[in-house]
Every structure is written in C-alpha cells, then in structure tokens.
C-alpha cells in the first residue's frame, strides 16, 4: 500500500536491488534455487497473485517453508509439484515463517497427510488458534468501538460486522500440535545449518530463516523487495506500538544477516540487495511519521491521515488495512512524545502534534 510515495527516493532504491531469477515457477512447477532448495509458487488471486513457497530437501523427503491458503486451488497445486518436481517424496516437516493464512493454511492438511510436524514460533502459533476461534462470531463491540473512535462511518461499521469472523474460512484445520522455533535456533534441514531470526511488527513472532553455508534467508513477509508489509494496530491491542517492533527488528535482522544473502520473500521475486531493502524499509516508514506528524498540527482522526500515508484510494476493501497503518503510525507518534490524542463526546479519537 505504501511504496512508491516517494519516487527519486524509490528509483535509488531500486538500483540496489538485484533479481537473479526473472521468471517465476509456473503452478505446480519449480525453479532450483541452490542445490537441494527449490522454489515454488502456490495461487492467491487478487492484486497478489500468487505466494512464494520453499522446498528444502532432506533425508527421507522434503521440508515445506510455507504452505499457502487453504482451499482446493492450492491442494490441487500441492499435488502437482508433489507428483512432480519434488518426485514424489513426502513431506518430512512443515515449517511456517508466520499465522497469517496465506502461510499457514495448509499446514493442517499436509502434516495430516504426511505423518509430520508443524514447526513454527510459539507466538504464531497462540495467535493463530485465537484468531481461528474467531470463525462465524458476530463482531465484537470492543471492535466497533475500535473503529468508530479511528472515525469509521456506520455503513462502514456495517460492512465491518457482515465480514467479521472470517480469518479461519482461509485455513484448513490447523495441526493441534507444534515444534517451537525461537529466535537464535539452529535448526538442521537436508546438509545445511538454518538459523532462526524473528522480527515482529507485522505479526507477532515472524521466523525468518538464514543459512550462511548457501547464502540463503527465507524472510517470509518480513522483507520484501517490491511492495511493503501491513503493519497495523487491531482492535485486540488499540495500545499497541508495532510499528516501533517493526523498525527495531529490520535494523536487527541488518547487523544479523550478511549483505552477500540471496533473500528469499514470500511476494515478488528472490533478490539481492538486504541491506538496501531494508534501509530503504525504515526510511520510508520514517519519512512518513515526519509527514504525519507536520499534518497533526491541527487535529486529525485516523481516517484523516490516509493521504499522507498512502498514494492509493482507499475502499471498502482496504479501509481496515488502510486504518490500521495510520493508527501504527498515531501510536509510534505518541510512543516518541510527539502526538497526543483526546477523545470527543461522540467517542471519536484526535491526534494532535505536540
């Protein structure tokens, strides 16, 4: 949603960024990326067509970094490059860098099929099951609440309550048990050491895995190449600062993981470039808080923020994501001194510049 505001700065950026594999895989197909990892792609529709899975061989199989969502259009996937290029061989273990269903979905369906286990950050995997339990409820009123003071309108708040509760439609069942990654595991997978890294902003836990010996991170969402990663408050946590854990973890993952990686996202294509990537990632989130925080100079609800903060019309369809961002960013604001908010009689939220 957000990259591109800024083009001369942009159009540097895109300088630093290498991609050494131009062509995707086709639907049930692979592309090998180092010897024993292949990369696949597993349908999503939408403005994000597809998503980036990894297959990394082992003994007796192959381990699965990401699954897809859940559905009969990437089942039917799975057993195409099940059936070919991973040769027919079982699935050993699934790993899964975070809880959001494109990622997730069919982690219950193949260690069911399979016999094997989930592996995945605790945090995820808690999160993940609370959301689930969501499926078919009625909005909460804590929700409306949420969204009414960041001044949503009630037709708004109405579309709101008529697609509430449907985070678990996008999941087959989920494993009922896991193997816990943490920050800093060195985990064995085929011939090679991966180290676990996690961040956190645009999901609680993310695990990124780096192997050194290939030059290899896997960085799921937490850093890609082309487009930029929700990170948003929610109405579990209005007082939540993710934007801040967003920004430490990317200047964390930069002294961790050499410039040299290849870097494997879950969206666009593998490249080269981490460091830039990633500096260009926080500057650009920080370029905006220096634009929001010259708008609240006279105060502004979270819907008044859009336009400084995005170059896309925000819809219906994005008005939550949209929401979320600016509210991140409200809160970083205040988290560093620099925004107050109040709250009028009718229970909308101000922000205002200090």
Not at 303 to 311: A, E, K, S, V, Y
Request: proline residues 6%; glycine residues 10%; hydrophobic residues 40%.
């Amino acid at each position: 949603m957000r990259d591109g505001f800024e083009d001369p700065v942009l159009e540097a950026h895109k300088a630093k960024i290498t991609y050494p594999f131009p062509g995707g895989p086709d639907q049930g197909e692979a592309v090998d990326i180092a010897p024993g990892v292949k990369w696949l792609r597993m349908p999503l529709g939408g403005s994000l067509a597809w998503i980036n899975v990894w297959a990394i061989r082992e003994a007796g199989g192959w381990a699965i970094v990401d699954t897809g969502l859940g559905g009969q259009a990437t089942r039917e996937s799975w057993r195409k490059a099940l059936a070919g290029p991973l040769e027919g061989l079982p699935v050993t273990r699934v790993f899964v860098t975070h809880m959001h269903p494109d990622h997730i979905g069919m982690s219950g369906w193949m260690t069911r099929k399979f016999g094997c286990r989930l592996w995945i950050t605790r945090l995820e995997f808690l999160m993940c099951r609370s959301l689930s339990a969501d499926t078919g409820r009625e909005a909460p009123e804590d929700a409306l609440t949420f969204y009414r003071a960041a001044g949503w309108d009630e037709e708004a708040l109405e579309d709101y309550r008529a697609r509430f509760g449907g985070f678990g439609k996008s999941l087959h069942a989920l494993p009922d048990s896991f193997q816990r990654l943490s920050d800093g595991d060195i985990v064995r997978i085929g011939d090679h050491d991966w180290k676990v890294v996690v961040g956190s902003g645009h999901s609680p836990e993310h695990a990124c895995l780096w192997c050194p010996d290939l030059k290899l991170m896997i960085s799921g969402d937490q850093v890609l190449p082309k487009i930029t990663s929700n990170v948003s408050v929610f109405p579990t946590e209005p007082a939540g600062d993710p934007l801040t854990d967003w920004l430490t973890s990317l200047a964390r993952i930069r002294t961790l993981v050499p410039d040299d990686v290849l870097v494997l996202p879950a969206h666009n294509e593998p490249f080269h470039g981490l460091h830039a990537r990633i500096d260009h990632l926080i500057g650009g989130h920080e370029r905006s808080l220096t634009r929001l925080h010259k708008l609240l100079e006279e105060p502004k609800r979270a819907i008044d923020t859009f336009h400084i903060l995005f170059r896309r019309k925000i819809d219906r369809w994005t008005l939550g994501m949209a929401t979320g961002e600016s509210l991140a960013h409200l809160n970083c604001l205040m988290t560093r001194g620099l925004a107050v908010r109040s709250q009028d009689e009718a229970g909308v939220d101000w922000y205002r510049a200090v």
